[in-house]
């Protein structure tokens, strides 16, 4: 279907833009009148390359920051039920001129979700649903989580962050012919102060299919694996009453399966993003 308003390349991302920062500063001006059991997240960021649990969605391979780059802007909220439940909506979109969009414009994929997710004492339990909209077509996920807050074992604020997510595609993109199928990923994301105020992630992770042609391939077990940094660094000029304003600044190294996921151009590669978030 062709969309009535189709602006070119240059115009499209600017009206994205615009629209991404007019929410950033209505969530912002906001802030100071939400509850304190809702909070709030918008971000943009430019990235080298789109992953989509190993698969290098445009085929940057290893073109690091080149004409395959895109851009991602993302929202959602958080709603606190009760001290130990949660619920959370969102929506995420994926933004470039790397092919011709079906959805219009420059806008290539948007992904709406929900979800709730469960604390008990130190483990967090979460499921949720999302609906992938791209190619023409949609594909449907569900996350089930389990996460472990182990900040108080080693000491000196240290925590590994420990987490299993088994990602089931309940309804594969027909537009695109996949078939349904799961990934199982096991991940740390430990954390450290640099200074008072600047941090660095330090994510890495290894994945495991359920199923042969998960991503296209012909064997199941072992996908994939990543190791990354991440540097955030918190935008203090900006007065309190207008969110938490913050950069970040991070590289991902992703070491792939060649027959697990036969479409990528390298099967290691680097990517890079850089971004603008706000929390309130």
Avoid at 62 to 86: I, Q
Avoid at 154 to 179: C, E, M
């Amino acid at each position: 279907m062709h969309n009535r308003f189709t602006a070119g390349p240059s115009t499209t991302r600017k009206l994205c833009l615009s629209a991404c920062t007019a929410a950033l500063m209505l969530g912002a001006g906001t802030a100071g009148h939400a509850a304190d059991k809702v909070a709030g997240h918008f971000g943009i960021s430019y990235n080298s390359h789109f992953v989509s649990y190993g698969a290098d969605v445009w085929s940057a391979g290893g073109d690091f920051f080149g004409d395959e780059s895109t851009t991602f802007v993302t929202g959602d909220v958080t709603v606190a039920a009760t001290d130990n439940l949660s619920f959370n909506f969102g929506a995420w979109a994926d933004v470039n001129d790397n092919t011709n969009s079906a959805i219009g414009g420059s806008l290539q994929e948007v992904d709406i979700w929900g979800g709730a997710s469960y604390t008990i004492d130190l483990v967090t339990l979460g499921a949720t649903y999302q609906s992938w909209n791209y190619a023409g077509g949609t594909e449907e996920v569900v996350d089930l989580s389990i996460g472990l807050d182990d900040s108080g074992f080693y000491g000196g604020g240290f925590a590994l962050n420990p987490s299993v997510t088994w990602h089931i595609r309940t309804d594969g993109n027909k537009a695109v012919g996949q078939q349904d199928g799961s990934a199982v990923v096991l991940a740390v994301a430990p954390g450290f102060s640099l200074t008072d105020t600047v941090s660095l992630t330090i994510p890495a992770g290894v994945a495991f299919f359920t199923t042969d042609d998960f991503q296209g391939g012909t064997k199941s077990g072992y996908g994939y694996s990543y190791l990354g940094a991440s540097v955030g660094v918190p935008l203090d000029f900006v007065p309190a009453d207008y969110g938490a304003w913050s950069l970040s600044f991070g590289v991902t190294g992703y070491f792939t399966r060649e027959d697990a996921i036969p479409g990528n151009p390298e099967e290691n590669f680097l990517t890079g993003s850089i971004g603008l978030s706000l929390d309130f």
